[in-house]
């Protein structure tokens, strides 16, 4: 065999080994790419029909979260009405107190001989300091009572939102895991013409090149 003529041998047999090695890799791409689809369609779905069981009860859960928090807000509503009553009513006493105290002293002015003006407005002074101290621990008190207000109406509103989502994602499951359905089943009807597909390839590639590896092998020394 002439040079020429190996060398267009070689040249053909080097076209048809990288050929089946397009074609090789191609099956093997094919199939992998199925293989991947499965898998991802799988666990979208197992997701879908755990949620689709979950989400229920998780409304459910959020909904007692919602009603406790409302009923929290309203018992402590009843409270700040309750100390807002109580803080009024203290104003009222401290209001006639400074009147009489005024009194007290006025008297005192006019009459210092007599001593129970005098001692009258003393005492008052004593009530007046007792009920602005009082009034400053309820005032504090009501203060803490209000801040338990923001978070409660915070846990309403998430849990709201929360429901909202939900059931939006619970309206759209049946049609999603119907879709992954039928591509789960798709998929699998396909997979084993492509598994056999890429078999068949690889095997061609392995044959080719093994025989072209024998060919050159059994070629004469140039020697």
Same mark, same amino acid.
């Not at 029909?49 to 229920?56: I, Y």
């Not at 009843?78 to 002293?105: E, G, H, K, N, P």
């Not at 998430?158 to 759209?172: C, G, K, N, P, S």
């Given at each position: 065999m002439c040079s020429s003529d190996l060398a267009e041998r070689i040249a053909l047999l080097t076209k048809s080994v990288a050929e089946k090695q397009v074609a090789a890799d191609a099956a093997a791409k094919a199939e992998k790419a199925?293989?991947?689809?499965?898998?991802?369609? @799988?666990?979208?779905?197992?997701?879908?029909?755990?949620? =689709?069981?979950?989400? !229920?009860? =998780?409304n459910r859960q959020a909904q007692e979260q919602l009603t406790k928090a /409302?009923?929290?807000?309203?018992?402590? /509503?009843?409270?700040?009405?309750?100390?807002?009553?109580?803080?009024?009513?203290?104003?009222?006493?401290?209001?006639? %107190?400074?009147?009489?105290?005024?009194?007290? =002293?006025?008297?005192?002015?006019?009459?210092?001989?007599? !001593?129970?003006?005098?001692?009258?407005?003393? %005492?008052? @002074? @004593?009530?007046?300091?007792?009920?602005?101290?009082?009034?400053?621990?309820?005032?504090?008190?009501?203060?803490? @009572?209000?801040?338990?207000?923001?978070? %409660?109406?915070k846990t309403i509103t998430?849990? /709201?939102?929360?429901?909202?989502?939900?059931?939006?994602?619970?309206?759209?499951l049946p049609k999603r895991i119907e879709a992954l359905q039928a591509s789960i089943k798709a998929i699998n009807a396909r997979l084993p013409a492509e598994t056999a597909a890429n078999q068949q390839a690889q095997d061609r590639k392995s044959t080719r090149l093994n025989s072209s590896h024998e060919w050159i092998s059994r070629m004469p020394s140039s020697a």
């Open positions: 199925s293989r991947d689809a499965l898998a991802a369609a @799988t666990a979208e779905l197992t997701m879908a029909q755990k949620n =689709q069981q979950e989400f !229920p009860v =998780q /409302q009923a929290d807000i309203k018992a402590i /509503q009843a409270q700040q009405a309750t100390q807002q009553a109580q803080a009024d009513a203290r104003q009222m006493v401290l209001a006639d %107190l400074r009147q009489s105290l005024a009194r007290y =002293q006025e008297a005192a002015r006019k009459t210092p001989a007599n !001593p129970a003006p005098a001692t009258a407005a003393q %005492l008052a @002074t @004593t009530y007046i300091t007792h009920v602005e101290k009082e009034s400053k621990e309820h005032a504090a008190a009501a203060a803490a @009572t209000a801040a338990k207000v923001a978070p %409660l109406q998430d849990a /709201q939102a929360q429901m909202a989502q939900r059931t939006q994602a619970m309206a759209a």
